[in-house]
């Protein structure tokens, strides 16, 4: 009975030291593989960043304010939107002081050309597209449109100049600022054109500059105003200049190729 007693007791023994071994061994075949999908972990997060990083490489802002382009199309846009900005601010006081008109009839008449814009512009997207579609290149294109878009307004800007009777005038203003919309087709279509991937931080980089006519535009117009007592001079020599400049600039330096950082 002794001898079976210690035969069982040793029996125990040994199945204890054997779960004890596998237990050990279990542990560290757990730690091992724990390490193994921790080294997986992170491979596959290094892939990815990896794969981010060349997706989305750096800004290639140094590119961006190198390129002739993109330059002259900050210049067109500060040219586009010192004539909205300034007209807009001062076509009531135009009517009113200088054509006689009285303030009721001069809100009227300042609402006219972006009633006409808006008409233009509905008619402007499917005349560019015709175009392109009949294989006339996009940058010619993009260019006549911005050349309708800045020359419109200053020819008959400077017809209103010499026109006499106030009817006549609010006419060629209404008939001229309405061909602004063709920068629809032009001006901001370009930035699409020359870079895709980033259209939208270049059309920023040029609406900054087109925020400026609002800053100095408008103040400096009434200091001309305050020190010439001339409109014409003013409010429409300034921006009949910038907009022939700005067709003269887009016409030779604009171009709606992609670039090869776009």
């Known amino acids: 009975a002794a001898a079976a007693a210690a035969a069982v007791a040793e029996g125990k023994q040994s199945g204890a030291e054997v779960l004890a071994v596998t237990t050990r061994v279990g542990a560290g075949a757990a730690a091992a593989v724990a390490g193994a999908e921790l080294v997986g972990v992170k491979e ?90 009949r294989g006339v290149p996009v940058s010619t294109v993009r260019k006549v449109s911005q050349a309708v878009a800045f020359l419109g307004p200053a020819t008959f800007m400077t017809a209103a100049c010499f026109a006499d009777d106030p009817i006549q005038t609010v006419g060629l203003l209404t008939v001229g600022l309405s061909l602004a919309s063709f920068s629809y087709a032009g001006l901001y279509c370009n930035h699409q054109d020359m870079s895709p991937r980033y259209a939208s931080i270049l059309l920023g980089m040029t ?51 992609k670039q090869s950082w776009g």
């Open 44 to 133: 596959v997060t290094d892939v990815k960043k990896e794969e981010e990083e060349a997706e989305d490489p750096p800004i290639p802002w140094r590119e961006f304010l190198s390129s002739t382009p993109v330059r002259a199309l900050c210049y067109v846009h500060f040219c586009n939107n010192w004539g909205f900005y300034v007209l807009l601010a001062w076509l009531p006081s135009y009517f009113t002081q200088e054509l006689g008109v009285n303030l009721t009839n001069a809100s009227l008449f300042t609402l006219l050309p972006p009633l006409a814009n808006i008409f233009v512009a509905s008619a402007v997207g499917p005349i560019a597209d015709n175009a392109i579609q």
């Open 207 to 257: 609406n900054t500059c087109g925020a400026f006519p609002g800053v100095i535009g408008v103040p400096l117009t009434g200091y001309l105003l305050e020190r010439t007592d001339n409109w014409e001079l003013s409010m429409f020599a300034p921006a009949v200049v910038l907009y022939v400049t700005g067709a003269a600039v887009f016409a030779k330096w604009g171009t709606a190729d």
